[in-house]
């Protein structure tokens, strides 16, 4: 029999609000619960003073770690559909779901504090002005950014034509085990992220799937500049979800910066 504990918790988590999250990718909804202590302190115990940027260098086993933790606490915190499969989503929609779940976790708004990196005139020229700026944004208030298409395709010799995709979530656990198994540098990153949107090629009338990020790489090497150039102007313009740009100005010395905002691993302690 079910003790009067057992029956608390349950009526808990029956009764838990729901909210619905319209994805901005695909024309989809998913219904999702609040993270609860359980799913925070999953979160702060795996990127506890972390640094993506230099854990990519020194261990990117311990992203991929990372990753597979926070799509673990999405996943858990989706209540429909009852099949949801975050590494389906894409990028752009994961980010946004992860954004819609701080927002009804924890509230939308996240403050900050970072250092000016402007400078100042003085007697004795030009000096940082080191101006530690308080600043507070409201996720609510950012633009949201509807899909754009990943349209671009890529003509090369022999009537190849390459096609693009945006890139979906499960394509970062590629990019993650290709870098490891290569021993690729972290400034590689950002050339293995518009590879992995390679999605088929045409040829002879068929229709080539299934490529590996080694076959994308190949094919990507037979790109001239300007190909490369247009497929990376393609890539950029697809935005995410929510952009996370901020603007940002000093009061002291006048520095402006548009920033991008915090990195995922600060995302739900701040
Ligand atoms: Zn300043």
Redesign the pocket.
Known sequence: MASEIDNILKKVDSNVAHHIVKLIGEDKEVKIRPMTMKHFKILLKSSEGINRESLLKEAPEEVKKIDTIFDAVMKDCVVEPADFDPLELFSADWYYLLVMLRTVSKGSTIDFNMQ?M?TMESTSGSIP?K?RLKLSIDLNELEKASRKKLDVKINLPGKIKVHFSPPKRKDAYVLNDYMIEKGSSPVEEPILRIVSCIDWVEHDGNKVTNLSLDDKMKIFERFSYLQKKEIQKGYDQLSFGIPMLVDIK?N??G?EVRERLVDLADFFIL
Do not use: I
Request: glycine residues 12%; hydrophobic residues 0%.
């Open positions: 000016c402007g002005c101006e000093c002291k010395c520095y």
